[in-house]
């Protein structure tokens, strides 16, 4: 491809920074802008136009999805010439260096990666240990640990102020003796000993810094501290560094992310050339309008002018219900009136500002038969029955990995707390790791006849599956064949039991297409990639609803988008009030707004029931910084739309016997009517079938309408 090729169908900007000769770039690129595009674009510029190698080339973005996606488009540009770019998430290439250098650091080069669960079952044993197990909960020391890690403190820098901070630089100390002494790592520590491999080896970062001649960096916005130094440290050399980022949709400060980083790039490195990209090509311009107004309320922000070629549009429809599950039938309402216009169930996401949220949502869907997907939900890596597979694999290749062999152990009947304690002790004492002492087990005392066996046939399945670690694929066979763990659920025959083995299957098919596509086929290239999967990796879009919180939504786009529960103290949440960082949460706002390409609905909720009565709500501030000329629905409070509700359904007088009609059942009889107001409630037979709604969705009819 040439480079009139490459700059085809770009914008001027656009133009510029895929063009840009040398030096520190920062393109702020407002939402729906392109960035993906130049950034790709970008890439190939360097290889075919500039002759760069491009093992020479490093791009790093977040999400496994948003890499693959990117290195597609790059190859595609750039053929085979491509092949060699440096090109994943900062976690997956910090992982690579450090593969090469583990030992530098008191690791060997086929150290496990601790998923989430296996850090919260690590943490709430060292809880239960120290007897702190009801004392704190094991989630707010994971996002302490985690916060810490993210500004590169270790334990022992950590001050003492009080009781909290001094349980967790204890659990933390341990934390971090239990990962070295499994040689393992969790997420954190792929940058934090990243950085520490560079700052302490100054020859091994002098050599990254000497081979990246130009370094890529996607989302910037959301880098913490951590990958800062990271990027200065390998930019240090050639300066040859190219940043990506809109500060406004800085969301994931709660996960360490620093918006500092993009707003004082200028400073941190002289002579930075600024591009902004300000032409949108997702959404229309009432909603592109109705986002911006929200969010140039926040003081902390960089001047962006975005604007559409697209028409103005519809206006956002705001809409009122009584409680969450009122709110969800009016989503569920709105649906299907688009469907009716042509919509299909995949033009449309769900977003909320919490994961609980979604419960109302999926009753009403699974009501009226509509397919949905949750995106984010239980990672498929970390179900049960792929870890327990995994769990054997890593065993064989990460001797030192406790974690995993105690896991298969558990699988095994008869052996237990004891059994483990008893290897423990004879590996200890002959210096072995646990993982040795396994595959010693002929030599361990005071083991029953039947314990020594069964642990001793695993012994054997792991020496099998260390035989075939070169490819994955052959060593997932050894599992599956040699542990009966498929034929064990079979036996079983329930339904989990059926879904834990279709998803065995899968496993197994996705594993067969890695050993297709890669060069290194084996067992540690596998687990290295899929453990570094995000919530939003391994989604497909098929036709059905998306389910999903805002932060899971960054990056994708929807034709039709529904934002629900805008209500004070949930949207911003209240936390961010008190931690005083609502202008984050604004800024989730603006990200969910932008989601969409042509239509936004938005919906809050009066209030909900408790057990000490209805609890009243009010709306979400954010609604009303959105001016009226771009939002429909939200001129009245929601007192006057409550009392005006209820007395047009107490003037409707439906009454058992009545004739109605319903948008989505049709027409049907009542039954019989319960409660008054917007909460009453009517039993209807629609041709057969009997349902109990809210009268609120019914029209009266005469008979024969």
């Not at 393992?184 to 080896?201: I, K, Q, Y």
């Not at 949207?571 to 009030?577: A, D, G, K, N």
């Amino acid at each position: 491809m040439t480079r009139t090729l490459i700059t085809q169908g770009l914008n001027p900007p656009q133009k510029k920074a895929v063009t840009y000769e040398k030096g520190p770039l920062l393109v702020l690129a407002g939402a729906g802008s392109g960035k993906t595009k130049v950034l790709t674009r970008r890439a190939a510029y360097l290889i075919i136009d500039k002759n760069v190698p491009p093992d020479r080339i490093i791009a790093m973005t977040f999400t496994n999805k948003a890499a693959a996606e990117m290195k597609d488009r790059i190859y595609k540009l750039a053929d085979s010439k491509a092949s060699g770019i440096w090109m994943g998430t900062f976690h997956s290439l910090c992982a690579r260096i450090l593969r090469k250098n583990a030992s530098e650091l008191g690791y060997t080069s086929t150290y496990t990666i601790c998923d989430d669960k296996d850090r919260k079952n690590i943490i709430q044993g060292i809880l239960k240990g120290l007897s702190y197990k009801n004392q704190i909960e094991s989630k707010d020391i994971i996002r302490k640990i985690s916060r810490y890690k993210s500004y590169l403190i270790p334990w022992n820098e950590i001050e003492i102020k009080d009781d909290f901070s001094e349980i967790i630089v204890k659990v933390y100390e341990i934390y971090q003796k239990t990962l070295k002494n499994n040689n393992a790592m969790d997420f954190d520590d792929l940058l934090f000993n990243t950085v520490s491999l560079f700052e302490e080896h100054q020859e091994i970062r002098d050599k990254y810094a000497e081979k990246f001649l130009h370094i890529l960096v996607d989302e910037f916005q959301d880098t913490n501290y951590a990958q800062y130094k990271i990027l200065n440290h390998i930019a240090k050399k050639h300066r040859n560094i190219m940043v990506v980022g809109d500060d406004d949709q800085s969301i994931y400060g709660f996960r360490g992310a620093e918006i500092g980083n993009i707003m004082n790039f200028e400073n941190d490195f002289d002579g930075t050339k600024v591009i902004v990209l300000e032409q949108n090509y997702r959404s229309t311009g009432n909603i592109l309008s109705a986002a911006l107004s929200v969010v140039k309320n926040n003081k902390r922000r960089k001047e962006k002018r975005l604007k559409t070629k697209k028409s103005a549009g519809e206006k956002l429809t705001f809409f009122w219900g009584y409680d969450p599950r009122n709110e969800a039938e009016k989503v569920i309402k709105k649906i299907f009136e688009e469907k009716k216009r042509g919509k299909k169930n995949k033009d449309f996401v769900i977003l909320y500002r919490i994961n609980a949220q979604s419960r109302a949502i999926e009753e009403m869907l699974r009501r009226y038969n509509l397919p949905y997907k949750i995106v984010g939900g239980i990672r498929f890596y970390e179900r049960k029955e792929i870890k327990d597979i995994f769990a054997y694999i890593k065993s064989a290749i990460n001797p030192e990995d406790r974690i995993s062999h105690e896991r298969i152990l558990n699988i095994i009947s008869g052996v237990g707390k004891k059994t483990f304690e008893k290897i423990d002790e004879f590996g200890k004492k002959n210096g072995m790791s646990f993982g040795k002492a396994v595959m010693n087990v002929k030599k361990v005392e005071n083991l029953t006849p039947s314990q020594q066996r069964k642990i001793y046939e695993l012994s054997k399945i792991i020496k099998a599956i260390q035989k075939n670690t070169d490819n994955v694929y052959n060593a997932l066979n050894v599992v599956i064949e040699k542990t009966g763990y498929i034929e064990r659920l079979s036996q079983i025959g329930d339904k989990l039991s059926k879904e834990k083995i279709e998803n065995i299957k899968e496993l197994v098919a996705s594993v067969e297409n890695f050993v297709m596509q890669n060069k290194d086929k084996s067992c540690e290239n596998y687990i290295r990639e899929v453990s570094l999967y995000s919530d939003v990796d391994g989604w497909i879009l098929n036709d059905e609803i998306s389910l999903m919180t805002i932060h899971n939504a960054k990056g994708l786009e929807f034709p039709i988008v529904f934002l629900i529960g805008l209500n004070e103290h949930l949207f911003p949440h209240y936390l961010s009030i008190e931690e005083d960082n609502v202008e984050e949460e604004r800024r989730l706002f603006y990200v969910a707004l932008t989601r969409a390409k042509e239509k936004v609905y938005l919906s809050a909720t009066c209030g909900r029931e408790s057990l000490t009565g209805f609890l009243k709500r009010k709306p979400s501030p954010f609604l009303k910084e959105i001016p009226k000329k771009y939002i429909t629905g939200f001129e009245e409070e929601k007192e006057e739309k409550e009392e005006k509700e209820e007395k047009q359904i107490n003037k409707e007088g439906f009454n058992s016997g009545d004739y109605v009609n319903h948008s989505v059942f049709g027409k049907g009889k009542i039954i019989s009517v319960e409660g008054k107001g917007i909460k009453q409630k009517a039993k209807v037979n629609f041709s057969g079938e009997v349902k109990t709604i809210r009268t609120s969705f019914l029209k009266k009819q005469q008979k024969n309408d």
